[in-house]
């Protein structure tokens, strides 16, 4: 079957199986590699991409429901010599150490910080319907989708305030 | 993943046309996916019903709100009724899962996920609800998440829903569109069934049956509505207990008190004698002792998890503190706001 997409703003097609999930879509048929499997179950985050600019879990999606969407890889965020804020802030706070989980605590970050810009409220937020502050358990809890297994949790947590920092 | 035929449905009949014993219904298809890479359900054919019109769309329904069935989790988490008039549907869905994954589950979908029993999802282990008479590995297997209500011996599983708790407390009923286009609306208790000698049947749902939508009726004016979720993580983790509490205080009195209960039953659980103690009594310490006793009075756990009775008491109590005023409030606990 044959599915098309616009990756990274680019129109795209790809043929494909049914079972074919948006991540072997993208690593698998588009060569996009920015992209990681890491459990393949949705319990790490790492395929994390943005579907029409919500983050979601591209293991956990069939390539063929995505007809006509609009995905946000790692790839589309900014290259090495022109990186984006957030990818800027994770190497100035050192913000990894293996990497592997990176392009997917990126993507997710870059969804998370326009999501709480907007006021959606998170389960540690006091109240459900006031401005929500940043703090850094509220990061935390926003990226709680994204494992590090090499736990540099504290410093992808300061990279994300950073950026988010300097684009407020 | 075994090789499936991938049919995207155009309307409601197209789809409830192309549903029998081979076929499922996709919709966020984060629970059935993750089960299909793993074996553990296996459907012929897969029925896309994302681009069915109408059922993605929150509005007004009489006083009270209908949630489309493909509404995911986060817009409704995030919408402003909802947040403002039913605060504790959306606590108890950011209580749950992932930002990423509320991103693509759905209404409906998140009502009928299936149990996260680790005897379920592994082919290898014996399972009734996978394998209908091939018994149950729980039983003398490592208990700690399984259920301690509503279970029977051919099956020990949990309902894993935040959402579904959530709603039990607001008495949310599910509508339901039949074959020959005709709809039903069903209590979630009418849409659960326990499961007896029969796990694999989970709901009172035909096979061609899809649920269109869930309705919640007219908010209550000045309820302080809680969810309390105790799990082994702060954060993406099931419930090991979770209390849903929807109660309204008049004259220093406890005028209605609606209670639901997630990780410790088959489905979203209650107990109405619990309701019916409190209901006319002024908030107490004791008072609260005895509810919570009445409450796990009749539980029925598994030799690992018999620590989930006293954590269920103590939250429920922290619940029903915070709801009357007895403790101040933390974050879960919200006063509902009046309607426009």
Partial sequence: MKTDLTVNGEARQVEHESRTTLLDALRDHLDLTGTKKGCDHGQCGACT???NGRRVNSCLSLAAMHDGDEITTIEGLGEPGALNTLQEAFVNKDGYQCGYCTPGQ????????????DGAPSHVSETLTGSVPLTDAEIAERMSGNLCRCSAYPFIREAIAMSAEKKS | MKEFTYARAETLDDAAGQLDET???????????????????????????????????????????????????????????????????????LAGASGQIR???????????????PYFYDPAMACN?????????????????????????????????????????????????????????????????????????????????IITAVVLPAPEKGAVQAY??????????????????????????????????????????????????????????????KAAEALTADATP????????????????????????????SPGTDKTKDAA
């Fill in chain 1, 106 to 117: 990126i993507m997710s970050a870059t969804a998370m910080l326009e999501e709480a810009r």
């Fill in chain 2, 129 to 209: 609800k996978r394998d209908p008479g091939a018994g149950c590995a729980a039983k003398e297997g490592v208990g700690r998440m399984l259920a301690v209500f509503g279970v029977s011996d051919d099956c020990l599983a949990a309902h894993p829903s935040d959402m579904a708790v959530g709603l039990r407390a607001l008495d949310a009923e599910v509508e339901v569109r039949s074959p020959d286009s005709s709809t039903r609306r069903l209590k979630l208790d009418e849409l659960y069934r326990l499961p007896g000698d029969r796990p694999d049947l989970e709901t009172t749902l035909a096979v061609d049956e």
């Fill in chain 2, 23 to 93: 076929a499922r219904v996709i919709a966020g298809g984060t629970n059935l996916l993750d089960l299909m890479k793993l074996q553990v359900m296996a459907p012929e054919k897969v029925v896309d019903i994302t681009r069915l019109p109408d059922l993605s769309e929150i509005s007004a329904e009489g006083e009270g709100l209908r949630i489309g069935a493909l509404v995911t989790n986060s817009q409704l988490a995030e919408d402003h009724r909802v947040r403002s008039l039913y605060p504790v549907l959306s606590r108890a869905i």
């Fill in chain 2, 302 to 329: 598994h030799s690992d998890n018999a620590f989930k009775l006293p954590m269920l008491r103590r939250t429920l109590i922290a619940v029903l503190r915070e709801a009357t005023g007895l403790a101040d409030a």
């Fill in chain 1, 49 to 51: 991409v943005l579907v």
């Fill in chain 2, 103 to 117: 991103n693509k589950a759905t209404t409906g979908g998140n009502l009928l996920q299936r149990t996260r029993c």
């Fill in chain 2, 228 to 289: 309390r979720k105790v799990r082994d993580r702060a954060s993406y983790a099931f419930a090991l207990v979770s209390v849903a509490g929807n109660v309204t205080l008049t004259d220093g009195k406890i005028a209605r008190a609606k209670l639901a209960y997630g990780g410790v039953a088959p489905k979203p659980w209650t107990n109405a004698k619990v309701e019916e103690m409190l209901v006319g009594q002024a908030p107490d310490e004791a008072l609260f002792r």
